[in-house]
């Protein structure tokens, strides 16, 4: 169905007016199969679904300072075999019916984007809503964010200092992974970390809701930037929100899962939006500042420094221009990192902290993998070590991608910045020797707001979003030590599948968004209807 004559709609709204009737909802024009009210409530049972879910198998601290851990309120769901399953399939089956809310709302939307920009937007704030109440679930990132805040409180440096030098470590709920290692994050977040740490006294739910918060604060940040940066480069506002932050992975890991690239991305974004060739000195200086806080959550975006300053260019920049604005960008960056760095008392300790990054390779980074293989190969051959040669594959993989960075920015037609920036994040993703699921949508956001995607790489993002839920919900399940862990993960993946099935094979309307299931359908039945059929 296409999108209305504005004008048309326009009149009759004016004499609708006129004669004293309800005016015309732009966004809900079409039939019943055509509104996206039903998608945006199945989301929300979905959510609701995740949050009910996670109150018995989402990660919980078992501290002196835990509300919950001193109750036995939640001993059905947490204590419970019959409690801890069901919670779990609860918690995989509202994800994917999250997943399915989003792509059936991407279908009724098809063809209406230009008006659908404040429906996407209410999903996404309605899909969030309940998981504002779940317990971390997906990760358990932000007890190490506290147990990190709890190292700069104590006047140790998280970036020399490990978490597990301080008593009671564990049960303030950090993976073990952080035991010994350094903090990846930056001085401003390491700041906000201390704040949370002070103000909650280090008790967990108090804390998380703070987390949760920045959270959400970068989520607000991301959905006021993409749509203006969708205009601004030509693309769809409406499909460019919805492809990348109502996707339910950002809902799922940021929100539900409380992580701070949440923030991260956020003020990337809405920095860039600020910068512009026709903007002013002061929102230029502003947009840079704006990224430059987001190194200092996170430093690896220091990658888009330079594709911000191609931003305040035109489309073939000198290399006098360049190196203007480059040297601007690089005042302005280290005017906000020395000012972090002074009020934490790290100054710059992050650098040396994130080259370090990566001693440990995870099933999710094929790069990692790579480099422990060859590790291992060159250790039978010649006995030099796993752990030194992996360490040189690791070395070359953070050369190629700033490398792949510098080509992007030092050649003679410059892609587009926002789609750069993209680029280079990507690659120092696949090149790292640690890869994490929410890690996509770091580049979702900048892919999408500079060119409308269609065909291959449309349903294999689909593909890759419920894999990557059900992958996170089977592998960060928390269970009680006498409740078998692995054959609830089992039950949790054959769960999973079987629904991830349902939608690619079996569901009539979301079935048709995958080309593999459609050619079968036709085979086995030639006359029927495929991809044509109205969602």
């Known amino acids: 169905m296409t999108e209305p004559n504005r ?30 009210a039903p998608s945006l409530w199945q989301g929300l049972i979905g959510s609701l679904m995740i949050m009910v879910g996670s109150w018995g198998v989402g ?41 399915r809310a989003w792509l059936r709302l991407g279908q009724r939307l098809e ?36 147990s990190q805040g709890r190292l700069l409180h104590a006047g140790l440096n998280p970036y020399e200092d490990w978490i597990s030098e301080l008593p009671g470590w564990f049960m303030q709920g950090a993976d073990s992974i952080w035991a010994e290692s350094p903090s990846p994050y930056g001085p401003l977040f390491l700041l906000v970390s201390r704040a949370v740490w002070f103000v909650t006294g280090g008790s967990p739910e108090p804390s998380f809701l703070l987390f949760r918060a920045v959270s959400v604060a970068g989520l607000a940040l991301c959905l006021w930037a993409v749509p203006r940066l969708a205009r601004r480069f030509g693309t769809e506002p409406g499909w460019s929100v919805w492809i990348s932050v109502a996707n339910p992975l950002f809902a799922i890991y940021m929100i539900a899962g409380v992580h701070n690239d949440s923030l991260m991305v956020g003020l990337l974004l809405a920095g860039f939006v ?8 002061g929102r230029n200086l502003s947009g840079l500042v704006l990224v430059s806080l987001s190194i200092a959550i996170k430093p690896l975006t220091v990658i888009a420094l330079p594709f911000a300053g191609l931003l305040m260019l035109g ?15 690089l005042a302005v960056a280290a005017a906000v990192l020395v000012g972090t760095g002074a009020a934490t008392g790290l100054w710059f300790g992050w650098i040396p902290a994130m080259l370090s990054q990566g001693d440990a390779a995870f099933p999710y980074a094929p790069f990692g993998l790579l480099g422990l293989g060859i590790g291992w190969l060159v250790d039978w051959v010649t006995g030099a070590g796993v752990r030194p040669v992996a360490d040189v594959v690791y070395t070359l993989g953070k050369v190629a991608a700033a490398g792949f960075t510098a080509w992007l920015a030092l050649t003679r037609r410059p892609v587009h910045p926002a789609l ?65 862990l692995f054959w609830v993960r089992v039950t949790t993946a054959a769960v999973g599948l079987t629904y991830m099935v349902f939608i690619v094979f079996l569901d009539p309307k979301t079935s048709t968004l995958f080309p593999l299931t459609t050619r079968w359908r036709s085979r086995r039945h030639p006359s029927s209807p495929t991809h044509q059929e109205k969602p």
């Open 7 to 36: 004008a048309t709609t326009g009149r009759l709204e004016g004499l609708r007016r006129r004669l004293g009737q309800a005016p015309i909802t732009r966004h809900l024009v079409g039939g019943p199969e055509d509104q996206p």
């Open 59 to 99: 990660w919980l601290a078992m501290t002196p300072t835990s509300l919950f851990a001193r109750t036995t309120v939640l001993n059905p769901l947490r204590v419970e075999p019959v409690g801890v399953v069901a919670c779990a399939i609860l918690l995989v089956l509202g994800s994917l019916l999250l997943v």
């Open 111 to 146: 063809g209406r984007w230009g008006a659908a920009g404040p429906t996407v937007t209410r999903a996404t704030w309605l899909w969030a809503a309940p998981l504002l109440l779940a317990f971390p679930v997906f990760s358990r990132d932000v007890y190490s964010y506290l």
């Open 274 to 281: 600020l910068i512009g060739p026709g903007s002013t000195r």
């Open 315 to 329: 489309e073939r920049p000198g290399w006098a221009a360049r190196g203007r604005v480059w040297t601007l960008c």
């Open 420 to 484: 750069a920036t993209g680029l280079a994040l990507l690659a120092a993703v696949l090149l790292a020797p640690i890869i994490q699921p929410w890690y996509l949508l770091w580049v979702l956001p900048l892919f999408a707001v500079v060119r409308r995607w269609r065909g291959w790489p449309v349903w294999t993002l689909y593909l890759l979003v419920m894999v990557l839920v059900v992958v996170g919900v089977v592998d960060q399940l928390s269970v009680a030590q006498w409740i078998s």
